[in-house]
């Protein structure tokens, strides 16, 4: 669904608005038969994901954005060598000054309630680097569901940018200590490292991809994985959706792996 709405919006920016019915076959391009029990449930799954692209598909192009970037990724450096890494689904104009825009982001799954958009870090975060990274002001922040169509529009002040902030630097902090105290476990084991043997500090990208930040941890930092998901499921930012929602997981597991930490 996410690569289909990805397409239709790029031709839709390019100035071509794309019928349902090349829509549809976009649709069918991009399905992935994976993850369900059997037939049945997969022709209800696809069906249903058909009948939200085509409700989608008339409100945009009823009343189209003025999409200004698709997949916008950045880097945003913060303190205590600390980055934060990721990728905007949509940047749209929000009229007004030239640098005022709204970013969305789209979303496969159950609509969540509307407060929960006003205190979202993944929301914050969009914030904070469209400001710093990207010098713009984001006068909207937008979660769209594409199960009902709902848009869940909120926005960010100071106060709520710095304590998002905070979130991020104790949640690097933990990951720190926790492989701190791991490698303090070997330690017993191993004779300590001289400068010039010593392991160099390590870049950890935590990306909106599932499967791409397990490969990373695993190739870049093993100790890394056990540490991460520990924290992540105490602090409550990290959930499992059901099996059958496995093609969908990029959607739901950027919400809250943010930060990208240099480990020395």
Known sequence: ????????????RKGVRLPWDDLARLYEAEWKSAGFEDDYQEEGYKNDGLDQ???????????PPHVLELEKGFE????????????????NSAGGGKKDVEIVDYKTGKP?????????????????A????????????????????ERQETARDSKQLDEAQKIVQEVASEIRAALS???????????????????????IWLTRNRNKVLH????????????????????????????????????FFIAYLLAVCWLG
């Open 1 to 12: 669904m996410h690569n289909t709405v990805r397409r239709f919006m790029d031709q839709l």
């Open 53 to 63: 692209l085509r409700a989608f598909h008339h409100s945009i192009l009823e009343n």
């Open 76 to 91: 945003l450096p913060l303190e205590n060598d600390v980055v934060l890494t990721g990728r905007m689904d949509q940047i």
């Open 112 to 128: 969540k309630k509307p407060a929960d958009a006003k205190k979202d870090i993944q929301l914050s975060i969009y914030s904070l």
């Open 130 to 149: 469209a400001k710093e990274i990207l010098e713009l002001n984001p006068m909207r922040l937008v979660f769209h569901y594409l199960q009902n169509n």
């Open 181 to 203: 105290r791991r490698s303090q476990g070997h330690s017993s084991a191993k004779a300590a490292p001289t400068s010039q043997s010593a392991p160099r500090t390590k870049r």
């Open 216 to 251: 990373t941890i695993k190739k870049g930092a093993p100790e890394l994985r056990s540490a991460l998901v520990a924290i992540l499921v105490s602090r409550g930012y990290f959930f499992f959706p059901p099996f059958f929602m496995s093609s969908f997981l990029a959607f």
